[in-house]
């Protein structure tokens, strides 16, 4: 039998019944759970900056610090101290049998390995390290640094240990192509976009530093195995042999083009550069396209104590935690994120909607409003600007799932009514609305970046080429319309839902684009679900509440490995943590199952593992950057998830033992606002 909104007999009985009973009567449950809101709100207000916002750190794995390593070898700075302090943090993180990898718990990955070890032997680790011999062995074993992708093997060739004719050709004459352009950049994902105009600078000029043999890391390449890895299809015709031709071709113009031929594309590439430079934390605000802006910037010339070069290797800088005998780095930073999910918990927490920590949150992501345009006009020309982008600046990068989630914790403030408050939400809801994709899904950073023939290319190992339609961000754009007042009759939502109907997992889940992985994607629709007054028990909805039951462990939690990106019989299994135990039960109280045993087993599993300090143990990476590629650990969501999961049960559990009828609903926007 399906459960009803308010939980119904799914799930339930007479021991879930006295447990939310105990709730109410203030015995040793409810005085825990009530223990565990108040550590867990009174450290997220320790952690608020004077500001107004939040930010926790952004973790991701070692070829982070390789690259930053590599870069400064290439600058002839690779043996001063921060580069030592570095490398103890590559030489530490290496796995049991040898090796990195780029999540916790996850296999040796050839490309993070080879980066490491040409890291530290660059900073003076021995060949005859332990920790280098069990590298050398994996990635011998794994075909080698011949085998690696393809932005590895432009910093081998940067370093002069692979030709740049072994590296995918990133012509700077893409620059030159009409936007309107399928294969133009702006028919790229933002961050490819970003990361390829300096790397097509790198690539025309071809830069090298020569290291002396000794110093170089020729015993990684396999002599048995092509130096150019064979990428062609069996089929002779096509789009893969077709890009690998034209690469050929490209390869074969570059080796006779004169200069004056050339000078129009990196012109070109450079003024695009240097406009995308204005309001930002470095090109994109993300680690990538800033590592390669300081080779590029050297390539064209500019002096490297010049204000350009050092604007760019400060914000690299500025990625830079020192910790002890340490340093790492991190791929970004997330002010606005963190911000916003944690003035909706707090908000959740029953802090007043005029407490100071909240109206200091919220003028300050007020304060962060787009206004000005950015790439995206390309697409959607004539809208006008609105959202929010992911750091403290990123101008031309405002992004959906920032720009809903901000909305969300605007409206949980006194200030919702503020006439600048409903301005910016005007603005922000006409935003996305203009955003949304053809196929009625909603994207990161773009609409309709969703040409496959694109992923062919040499260069599109990242896995990152398109910036498609995901469940998850369009679930949240839902949560926000609902909570506006729209319903299933709007247009818009309409359209989104059919999307979300097509996109559903035949086991009931859907794929997570940004958090890992099916669970991310699950709980986020069951909530947009949910805000626009979804029927509950349809048997869509009650399939995806049935999964997330049907994959939670033995000790109550939830868990689920990037693995699960890799090989489906990992959806939904994986080590529990508590973000992830945070939004299988968000989701379940979002369907309606206050009462099931799967709700109280895990909001237990969070009072049982919560810390003193009122956060969770949580090592796992919930976080996606690239899938199969890029993973990431951000250090706050084991605070403010956890915090929202257990605010909302108290909530839909007061509201069950008050009346039995009373149907759980999540916190929803007020919806006086026309738009």
């Known amino acids: 039998m399906i459960a009803n909104t308010d939980g119904g007999s799914h799930g339930g009985g007479p021991g879930v019944l006295s447990w939310l009973a105990a709730l109410r009567g203030g015995n040793g449950v409810g005085e825990s759970l009530d223990r565990a809101l108040e550590a867990t709100r009174r450290r997220l207000l320790e952690d608020q900056h004077p500001d107004g916002y939040w930010v926790g750190e952004l973790e991701g794995d070692t070829i982070l610090e390789s690259e930053y390593i590599l870069l400064l070898a290439y600058l002839g700075r690779e ?22 990898a780029i999540y916790p718990g996850g296999p040796v990955d050839l490309s993070g390995s080879v980066k490491a070890y040409f890291a530290l032997k660059l900073v003076g680790v021995p060949t005859d390290d332990p920790v280098m011999e069990r590298a050398r062995r994996w990635i011998l074993e794994l075909g080698g640094a011949q085998a690696c992708n393809s932005f ?6 940067l370093l002069g240990q692979m030709s740049y004719d072994e590296c995918p050709c990133v012509p700077p004459e893409l620059a030159l192509v009409p936007a309107r352009m399928n294969f133009s950049l702006y028919a790229m994902s933002s961050w490819t976009r970003t990361i390829l105009v300096p790397l097509s600078i790198l690539s025309a000029f071809k830069p090298v530093r020569p290291l002396p043999p000794e110093r170089g890391v020729a015993e990684l390449f396999r002599d048995d195995l092509p130096r150019q890895p064979a990428r062609r299809t069996a089929r002779t015709f096509t789009w893969t042999n077709f890009f690998l031709a034209v690469d050929r071709g490209l390869k074969w113009f570059e080796s006779w083009a004169p200069a004056w031929l050339r000078k129009p594309g990196i012109s070109a ?13 470095g090109l994109g605000a993300i680690f990538p396209p800033m590592i390669s802006t300081v080779i590029a910037l050297d390539c064209l010339g500019y002096d490297r104590d010049s204000t350009l070069v050092r604007w760019a290797l400060n914000h690299l800088e500025d990625l830079c935690i020192e910790e002890g005998e340490t340093i790492r780095l991190q791929p970004c930073v997330s002010p606005v994120w963190d911000t916003a999910i944690a003035t909706i918990a707090l908000a959740d927490a029953k802090l007043p909607d005029f407490h100071p920590a909240l109206l200091r949150a919220a003028r300050w992501l007020l304060r962060n409003e787009v206004r000005t345009p950015g790439d995206w006009q390309k697409r959607r020309p004539g809208v006008e600007p609105g959202g929010w982008f992911f750091q403290f600046q990123n101008a031309k990068y405002p992004d959906i799932d920032d720009t809903a989630m901000v909305l969300l914790a605007l409206h949980r403030t006194a200030l919702a009514d503020d006439p600048a408050v409903r301005a910016a939400t005007r603005r922000g809801i006409d935003w996305m609305l203009a955003m949304q994709n053809r196929d ?28 498609p339609s995901c469940a998850d961000i369009t679930a949240r754009v839902l949560e926000v319309l609902g909570g506006l007042g729209h319903r299933a009759d709007h247009p818009a939502v309409a359209r ?10 035949p086991q009931g889940c859907w794929y997570g684009r940004w958090g890992v992985n099916y669970i991310y994607g699950t ?31 033995a000790d109550g939690g939830w868990g689920e490995s990037c693995a699960s990106y890799d090989d489906p019989t990992w959806m939904g299994q994986g080590a529990p943590t508590a973000s992830q135990t945070a939004w299988a039960v968000l989701g379940l109280l979002a369907a309606g199952r206050t009462r099931s045993q799967a709700v109280r087993r895990g909001v237990q599993y969070l009072l049982d593992t919560q810390q003193a300090d009122g956060t969770w143990d949580e090592d796992s990476f919930t976080g996606t950057g690239f899938p199969r590629v890029f993973y990431l650990r951000y250090h706050l969501y084991r605070v403010y998830f956890p915090l929202m999961a257990l605010a909302r049960y108290r909530a839909a559990a007061g509201r069950l033992t008050q009346s039995p009828h009373q149907a759980s609903r999540i916190p929803a926007l007020p919806r006086p606002l026309e738009i």
């Open 523 to 553: 709980w986020q629709v069951l909530l947009g679900l949910r805000a626009i007054d979804f029927p509950m028990d349809d048997p869509r909805a009650a399939r995806a509440a049935d999964w997330l039951e049907s994959v939670q462990q």
């Open 269 to 281: 590439a450079h003024r695009w550069m240097l406009e995308h430079f204005e309001d930002s934390d």
């Open 79 to 100: 043996r001063t101290e921060d580069c030592a302090k570095i490398a103890r943090y590559i030489y530490e993180k290496e796995l049991p049998g040898g090796g990195w």
């Open 440 to 467: 009625g899904g909603w994207a990161a950073f773009d609409a309709d970046i969703d040409n496959e023939i694109l992923t062919k290319v040499p260069f599109a190992d990242h896995n990152a080429m398109l910036d």
């Open 496 to 505: 989104a839902l059919d999307y979300l109907w097509r996109a559903q997992e």
């Open 152 to 157: 590895t093997r432009f910093s081998l060739a």
